[in-house]
């Protein structure tokens, strides 16, 4: 497991707080396909690096928190890794450019613009290249919102790494039986969103 993170370590570049306000400023001369990465880039990172394919597949969002089941993780979690963020305030104009109108049966209108999930995350990628490439940030892709949001919430905000580790919904070997005793209480991962999010965007 550890060799297969350090390979994608050294795939996936991590950018600064410097660069996450550079990437959050950019402007992209209306480009539909930068705009979409960039966005879609910044929503990941304040929603806890929320995947690609769970944006695009999302269901339930009622304003002010969105709930999901990460599908990376849900078939290996006893809770089927389910998630609840309350969306922070900084990214909510952003979001509600992407939601979807109607009976679409999905929080963002992605599925409408994109014919699968695949198809949306090399769309992305090939945005933020673009974007990397105008700013210097090397290696940048989708991934990297959720490196950077991990690393950032460990290093910088200093928020205990069992804490990032929830925010990932990453599978804890060491805590699948206990945490079939605990009812789920998704209150400290949002309050450390919370101080990451402050941290990163508003901290003077």
């Known amino acids: 497991y550890n060799q297969v993170c350090c390979q994608r370590l050294a795939q996936v570049g991590i950018s600064s707080i410097e660069q996450i306000r550079a990437i959050y400023n950019y402007d992209t001369g209306k480009s539909e396909r930068e705009t979409i990465a960039r966005d879609c880039f910044i929503i990941s990172f304040c929603l806890m690096g929320m995947n690609a394919v769970d944006l695009y597949s999302v269901t339930d969002y009622d304003g002010q928190r969105i709930r999901y089941n990460r599908t990376k993780t849900r078939d290996r979690r006893s809770d ?26 999905t929080v963002f209108n992605f599925s409408q613009r994109y014919s699968t999930p695949s198809n949306f995350n090399v769309a992305l990628n090939k945005g933020l290249k673009i974007i990397g490439n105008a700013l210097g940030i090397d290696k940048l892709q989708f991934y990297s919102a959720r490196h950077s949001m991990a690393t950032i919430a460990a290093n910088d905000v200093r ?43 508003n901290k003077k």
């Open 80 to 105: 089927n890794a389910l998630m609840e963020i309350i969306v922070p305030d900084d990214i909510k104009p952003i979001m509600k450019k992407y939601l979807s109108k109607g009976n679409a049966g």
């Open 159 to 201: 928020i205990p790494l069992y804490i990032v580790n929830d925010m990932l919904c990453h599978i804890d070997e060491r805590m699948r039986v206990t945490n079939l005793y605990i009812k789920k209480d998704f209150s400290l991962i949002n309050e450390a969103n919370e101080k990451l999010i402050d941290y990163v965007f």
